[in-house]
């Protein structure tokens, strides 16, 4: 839906030699409130409720049959004839839990999508919106107790990591016991599974109170659509003389400039992208550091017959633990094994906790490169298009896809290397044992040093070419497009003494303004000039609503 603001009727002041026609769509942005967003968004809340309030009935459910540490048990050899070896069920229990992660990321990102959007418009209602995309829950509103603030976002963060945690750890082997033979199976348990659904569905009631206590400007992901929203609404202005000038050139005097035949990278851009790279190494590091420590703890203790003696070998590297895995195992009493288990779980969380939130920031780097990629599109054959599909937004850029399909991955290595090892045994859980695999820490490892190299080539990447980088940066945008409609194109527009323009030129008279060109036009444009200095629109005028005020 375009929305426009209506001048005021020059009835209402003064006639005089400061008086001023409004200038013809000076004021007249298009933007999209982009309801379909909000019925994707909302949609997606709904069905992480409904998935959320099932893990809660199933787990009160296992729990209030089989005790605290009850499980609800599941033969795989009850459902097809073929018979079941262990190996065969530990793969069928780790995709299981791969699936479950991949549910939590597709739960998590819906209600993001609602927590993220709220959070722009309430920072941009404290004149603190700076780029269109910010790190979710480390950006806090003012507030201690507001939805967005930094209490319930501390409180979201924990309950993000516990959701992930808690699928890795929801299917766990069944060990069936008999006289004449010991069978296996899969069991769910029902203690992780009550937690996985109270963390999705306190995330969503915190979500959804931010979105009530803030007038959402557009439910647009679109950088665009916000930042014509934001001037329609008289919440931002757009400034003269820096047509030609990118987000990096902020803290410089504006003014004219010619064309630059490359563009600063994100990392350059945006001061949060440079700190979110940097966390993405120190993960690696740290899980480099991690695998060392428990491969000299295995070598340390090996004499001591604490630990499995085997020795690393080619045979024994693999994706998924099997009996040659070389681990570090700590045991704890069967009399305690409510405790235990309660303070391990509380221990993987804490250590998968940067993990999470690494991945979690790695959002900033994916959202400000596909920003800058479609405000590259202005100067393409089909422009730049304001009104897309949010799904097929997120679903056909190569970078949104790569980290989609990580968060689930990675998560599911993890809980391939750190896990609470809990057989279950009659419809009871097994006094646990925490397991660190040393392979399966190295696997992580390096798929985090791939994900690392390409999310920083990605943020040091360069952009050819005269049009200035804005990578979502809302005043940049403001400054560089001065004509909103559904399609546009940015280029040359006139050449000028001593300044050639990029936008729009206005000739003033005593008494009348006249818009003699358009802004960032609705048809494809010339290329600029690299010769040539741009100044972009500026008249020594500015305007407040019907009045013309010299500066």
């Known amino acids: 839906m375009a929305a426009s603001s209506k001048p005021t009727d020059e ?254 990278s994100a990392w350059h851009a945006h001061p949060s992208v440079r700190k979110v790279v940097i966390s993405l190494w120190v993960i690696v590091a740290a899980c480099a550091v991690w695998a060392a420590l428990v491969r000299y703890t295995w070598s340390k203790d090996i004499c001591k017959g604490f630990m499995h003696l085997n020795v690393v070998t080619t045979q024994m590297w693999s994706l998924l633990p099997d009996g040659l895995s070389i681990f570090v195992k700590y045991s704890t009493n069967p009399d305690k094994s409510i405790g235990a288990w309660m303070l391990f779980f509380i221990s993987i969380t804490v250590v998968q906790g940067p993990l999470t939130l690494g991945l979690h920031c790695s959002e900033l780097i994916v959202n400000v490169i596909r920003d800058e990629r479609q405000w590259r599109c202005a100067t393409g054959k089909k422009g730049l298009r304001m009104v897309m599909n949010p799904v097929k937004r997120i679903f056909t850029h190569p970078i949104c896809l790569v980290l989609f399909a990580a968060k689930p991955f990675l998560h599911w290595m993890f809980g391939l290397s750190f896990i609470i090892y809990h057989p279950a045994s009659e419809g009871i859980l097994l006094y646990p044992e925490v397991v660190m695999f040393t392979v399966q820490i190295w696997n992580l490892c390096i798929a985090l040093f791939i994900y690392a190299c390409f999310f920083t080539f990605v943020a040091l990447r360069r952009p050819r070419g005269p049009q200035p980088a804005a990578y979502g940066h809302i005043q940049t945008l403001a400054n560089l497009v001065d004509e909103w409609s559904p399609v546009m194109w940015w280029g040359h527009k006139v050449d000028g003494i001593p300044y050639c323009h990029a936008g729009r030129v206005l000739l003033c008279s005593r008494f009348y303004c006249f818009d003699t060109y358009k802004g960032t036009s609705d048809h494809p444009l010339p290329d600029v000039k690299m010769d040539c200095v741009y100044a972009g629109s500026g008249t020594g005028y500015t305007f407040k609503g019907n009045f013309m005020v010299s500066l």
Request: one cysteine or more.
């Open 11 to 264: 009835s209402s002041h003064p006639s005089g030699p400061l008086a001023c026609d409004p200038l013809p769509n000076y004021q007249d942005f298009f933007y999209d409130d982009n309801l379909m967003s909000r019925r994707y968004a909302l949609v997606g809340v709904a069905c992480s409720i409904i998935f959320s309030c099932s893990c809660i009935v199933a787990g009160i459910v296992i729990l209030a049959n089989h005790g605290v540490l009850g499980v609800a048990a599941a033969n795989p050899e009850s459902v097809s004839p073929k018979i079941f070896n262990l190996k065969e069920i530990v793969t069928l229990k780790e995709i299981l839990a791969l699936t479950l992660n991949f549910i939590v990321t597709l739960c998590t990102e819906s209600i993001g999508s609602v927590h993220g959007t709220a959070l722009r418009s309430v920072l941009a209602s404290e004149s603190r919106l700076c780029f269109n995309t910010n790190l979710r829950l480390l950006t806090a509103a003012r507030g201690w107790y507001n939805p967005n603030g930094t209490l319930l976002n501390c409180i979201s963060a924990v309950f993000l990591i516990i959701s992930y945690n808690s699928a890795s750890l929801i299917v766990s082997v069944d060990l069936q016991m008999r006289p004449d033979s010991d069978e296996e199976g899969i069991a769910v348990a029902g203690l992780p599974l009550l937690f996985l659904g109270v963390a999705l569905l306190l995330q969503v009631m915190i979500a959804l109170s931010g979105m009530r206590v803030v007038k959402i400007l557009t439910w647009s992901s679109s950088p665009f659509d916000l930042t014509a929203a934001l001037i329609h609404h008289m919440q931002l202005t757009p400034a003269t003389y820096r047509c030609m000038r990118c987000v990096s050139d902020l803290d410089t005097d504006g003014g004219p400039a010619k064309p630059s035949e490359i563009q600063p």
